[in-house]
C-alpha cells in the first residue's frame, strides 16, 4: 500500500518526503526498492506466527501478547 502511495503522490506532483512523509508496515522487501526506499515498521512475523499458532487451540480469550517492533528508518519519511 506505501509504494502505491508513493507512485500515486508522484503522479498527483507531490515529492516524497519534501510534500508528504509516507510510511510502510511489515517491511515487505518492495520496501527497499522504492523510490525513494520505504520507510517502515518491521514486526517479527515468524514469531507472530508462531504465538498465533500456540494461542489458537485454547482460544485465548482475553490474552494479548505484545511483539517487539522496530522502526526501519530509510528515505521516505
Same mark, same amino acid.
Given at each position: 500500500? #506505501? =509504494?502505491?502511495?508513493?507512485?500515486?503522490?508522484?503522479? =498527483?506532483?507531490?515529492?516524497?518526503?519534501?510534500?508528504?512523509?509516507?510510511?510502510?508496515?511489515?517491511? =515487505?522487501?518492495? #520496501?527497499?526498492?522504492?523510490?525513494?526506499?520505504?520507510?517502515?515498521?518491521?514486526?517479527?512475523?515468524?514469531?507472530? #506466527?508462531?504465538?498465533?499458532?500456540? !494461542?489458537?487451540?485454547?482460544?485465548? =480469550?482475553?490474552?494479548?501478547?505484545? !511483539?517487539?517492533?522496530?522502526?526501519?528508518?530509510?528515505?521516505?519519511?
Amino acid at each position: 500500500m #506505501a =509504494a502505491g502511495a508513493i507512485q500515486a503522490l508522484r503522479r =498527483a506532483g507531490r515529492k516524497v518526503p519534501t510534500d508528504v512523509a509516507v510510511i510502510g508496515f511489515d517491511d =515487505a522487501p518492495v #520496501a527497499r526498492h522504492t523510490v525513494p526506499t520505504l520507510t517502515t515498521v518491521r514486526q517479527p512475523v515468524e514469531e507472530l #506466527a508462531t504465538v498465533a499458532t500456540r !494461542l489458537l487451540p485454547t482460544g485465548a =480469550a482475553g490474552v494479548d501478547p505484545v !511483539l517487539p517492533t522496530e522502526l526501519v528508518v530509510r528515505e521516505s519519511a
